[in-house]
């Protein structure tokens, strides 16, 4: 036996080991206490430490409590074989490494204790540096194996997090074979498809791919097998399974796709065919619903959800297009509703809302599959109808849109019955390009409008022109507040009896920088469409203010004055508000000072409007009817609301000129004195108009037989020197003529 303690052997293994102490523990196990005392000197090395015992029962007991690295076993113990703890130790499945030191020399000793999971077997009388061989291997295997076991363990550990990663991965995640069957699926495939995992394995990728896109699938699997064009994903619609119980729209699922060729022999990429596909299927129908609302909101009204003004040019070109290759016709309706703005105005935005959606519906019904409607903005609409045989199946189109308006439309406030301006323009008859038919389109339309609405033409090439003149007139009109180009003129009324001027009526005129002088008519109408008579009213309101208190100065303190009002001032306050103001400001005696309304008005019958009138004659303003019985003639409202004087229109006066008594103007004398209404006849243009109309009891008048409408100084000579200037009476008895 050879001595421990010999220095050589320490160095070296001291040296070997040095670079990497590492803790590890040591239990002897030898029934001789020399050797117990001994070894761990010359086995000691940095990190080792060493605990001993004699019996296989005191070895049991340390090693429930504490575990080693190694264990060094003599064969031989008091209470047993060293084989029986090695036994121990498998039962106990510990993972101490064991070298058996024993005396034994049969080899069957070695065979055992080997067997039993002993790593090595050293037999005595040993050279220590054989037994230093014997535990460094021993402890170099066991830290080896339990790397291993670690390692072994982190690789589960890892396969678990992949699998968790891959079964519960938001995509849908899938592997192919070659063949193009499913060999794996992830469990995402239930809710996103519907279908089993067990029900698609084994089943070719192509159930799962809308047919449409089958073609496209079938490229991408092919190149990703092939090695390319990966990482690139594609839109692919998939199938759900269950589309019997799926919500409609829901039968498809729009995913992003990519694959990419499994490719698991590193190294041997170029030599060795893909084992399969790995796919993974992205969810992004939440997003293509998204994208499609946003296109949607791009390309149609919110209002009506029809197509708007950039999605009809569109199918417009298009149809344009086909229907040259065609060698066909289209036609281009632009339809405005009439009177929208008083909805809008009186009821409210909400209830023009309404209205539109309901119009735009009814429309709608009355077109085919084919053909677009679309709203282009406020209340224009145009139809587009791509294939028409003959310009006249316009024409029924825009029949059928008049009878489907024919039933009125319920508001909060109560019936409105729509109607329509159309304009239709055909092509290649009236314009080869898209702007151009709309646009005539809208001239059409525009031309109806002029000539009292509801209905619809033709664009017709010659009437081209007056609208151009029509669209300076309204740039023109947009100027003429600013620029000052208004100007009042005043018609006097003349009361017969006493032969002097009794009121006057102020009627606007337009001094336009080219066109000269123009009357109200030709520009009222416009300045109402386009919503500037709010601001003309007012400044009317302001300057027939400013002369009657001029002329009231003067001392004509019982002159009356009237403005003509638009019945859309009668929609807001603002210019109701004016005259209210312009009555304090001025000081005007208020019942000097008339408003001029037509039926109409009266006819909306609103609680605003009436308010408003009502408002009027609160502070003394008179509500004058202009051309009275040419309108609604329905005289309840004669009582509802606060008239002070009626206006006999000129189409009654000028009718006095034919044998025999006209019985209206009889009747609306007897009106006004019945309801004690202050009586004024217009144009009146001859002396026995005015006799007549004397002799029926109505004593002012007004017209060209006295004075046409004159400039504020030639008006104030009538009020001065009206005698001078009036025509001498004409004797009753007189033929008109005779001297
Ligand atoms: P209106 O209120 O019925 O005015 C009477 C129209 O008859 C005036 O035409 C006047 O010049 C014309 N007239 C007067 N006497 C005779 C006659 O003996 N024979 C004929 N044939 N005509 C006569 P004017 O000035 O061209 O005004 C036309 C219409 O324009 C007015 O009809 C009125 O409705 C509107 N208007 C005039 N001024 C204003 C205004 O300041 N504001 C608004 N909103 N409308 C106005
Ligand atoms: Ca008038
Ligand atoms: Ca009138």
Redesign the pocket.
């Known amino acids: 036996m050879v001595i421990p303690g010999e220095a050589p052997f320490f160095g070296l293994t001291a040296a070997s080991t040095a670079a990497a102490p590492s803790r590890c523990r040591i239990l002897l196990v030898d029934d001789d206490d020399a050797v117990r005392r001994t070894l761990p000197h010359v086995l000691a090395e940095d990190g080792r430490r060493f605990d001993d015992c004699a019996s296989i029962a005191e070895a049991i007991a340390r090693l429930e409590r504490t575990r080693y690295d190694l264990i060094l076993l003599d064969y031989r113990l008091p209470d047993g074989s060293g084989l029986d703890l090695l036994d121990w130790l498998a039962n106990a499945q510990r993972e101490e490494a064991v070298v058996v030191i024993s005396g034994e020399d049969a080899i069957d000793a070695a065979i055992g204790a080997l067997r039993r999971g002993a790593d090595d077997f050293v037999r005595k009388p040993y050279h220590v540096a054989q037994l230093q061989r014997a535990v460094h291997s021993a402890l170099h295997k066991a830290r080896l194996e339990r790397t291993n076991h670690a390692m072994g363990q982190r690789l589960r550990r890892s396969e678990r997090l992949h699998r968790y990663l891959v079964e519960s991965a938001p995509d849908f995640i899938f592997t192919l074979n070659p063949a193009g069957l499913f060999t794996y699926v992830n469990p995402r495939v239930e809710s996103m498809l519907g279908y089993a995992r067990e029900q698609l394995v084994g089943r070719p990728f192509s159930t799962v791919v809308f047919n449409d896109d089958l073609p496209r699938v079938e490229v991408l699997l092919r190149n990703a097998l092939a090695g390319q064009g990966t990482g690139q994903s594609q839109e692919v619609r998939l199938r759900r399974h269950d589309t019997a119980t799926a919500q409609p729209g829901n039968a498809l699922v729009t995913v992003a796709l990519n694959t990419i060729a499994i490719q698991t022999r590193d190294g041997e990429r170029d030599a060795a065919p893909p084992e399969g596909v790995y796919g993974v299927a992205r969810d992004i129908s939440e997003r293509k619903r998204a994208e499609e609302i946003i296109t949607f909101q791009a390309y149609h009204d919110q209002l009506t959800h029809l197509p708007n003004r950039i999605l009809f040019k569109d199918r417009l070109e298009l149809a344009i297009a086909q229907a040259q290759r065609r060698g066909g016709l289209l036609a281009v309706m632009f339809i405005d509703i009439d009177r929208f703005k008083l909805v809008n105005d009186t009821y409210g935005h909400a209830e023009g809302d309404h209205l539109l959606r309901g119009i735009a519906a009814r429309i709608k019904q009355t077109l085919r599959k084919g053909d677009t409607l679309a709203r282009l903005g406020g209340d224009e609409f145009t139809v587009l109808l791509p294939d028409i045989a003959q310009p006249e199946d316009a024409e029924i189109i825009a029949q059928k849109i008049q009878r489907a308006l024919g039933e009125p439309f319920a508001l909060r406030h109560g019936n409105f019955l729509a109607t329509v301006s159309m304009g239709i323009s055909v092509f290649p008859r009236d314009g080869e390009v898209a702007e151009l038919l709309t646009q005539h389109a809208d001239i059409a339309m525009y031309q109806i409008k002029r000539a009292g609405k509801n209905g619809f033409r033709f664009f017709d090439p010659d009437l081209n022109a007056h609208y151009r003149e029509r669209i300076t007139l309204e740039n023109d009109l947009r100027g003429a507040l600013t620029n000052n180009e208004f100007l009042l003129h005043f018609q006097p009324q003349i009361s017969l009896s006493k032969r002097r001027v009794v009121g006057m009526e102020a009627l606007l005129r337009w001094q336009h920088p080219t066109h000269g002088l123009i009357g109200p008519t030709s520009f009222i109408p416009v300045a109402e469409e386009v919503g500037l008579i709010g601001d003309i009213s007012r400044w009317v309101v302001d300057a027939a203010a400013a002369q009657l208190a001029h002329w009231q100065g003067l001392g004509f303190a019982d002159l009356r004055l009237s403005v003509n009002l638009s019945s859309q001032d009668f929609d807001r306050d603002e210019t109701i508000d004016r005259v209210a103001d312009c009555v304090t400001h001025h000081q005007l005696k208020a019942d000097r000072f008339d408003v001029e309304i037509t039926e109409s008005v009266m006819m909306r019958d609103t609680a605003d409007v009436m308010a408003r009138i009502q408002r009027l004659r609160t502070c003394g303003v008179g509500i004058s009817i202009?051309?009275f019985g040419t309108g609604y003639s329905a005289l309840g409202y004669l009582q509802k609301f606060p008239v002070s004087s009626l206006?006999i229109?000129?189409s009654f006066v000028h009718g006095l000129q034919a044998p025999g008594a006209n019985p209206i103007i009889s009747a609306i004398t007897g009106i006004a004195h019945g309801f004690g209404l202050h009586l004024v006849a217009?144009g009146v243009e001859h002396a026995d108009q005015a006799a007549r109309l004397q002799r029926m009891g109505c004593d002012i008048m007004q017209g060209h037989y006295f004075c046409e409408a004159v400039c504020a100084d030639t008006a104030e000579q009538w009020l001065t020197d009206a005698e001078r200037l009036l025509p001498r009476p004409a004797p009753a008895s007189r033929q008109p003529g005779a001297t």
Do not use: G, I, T
Request: net charge negative; aromatic share 0%; no cysteine.
């Open positions: 202009d051309d206006k229109d000129r217009e």
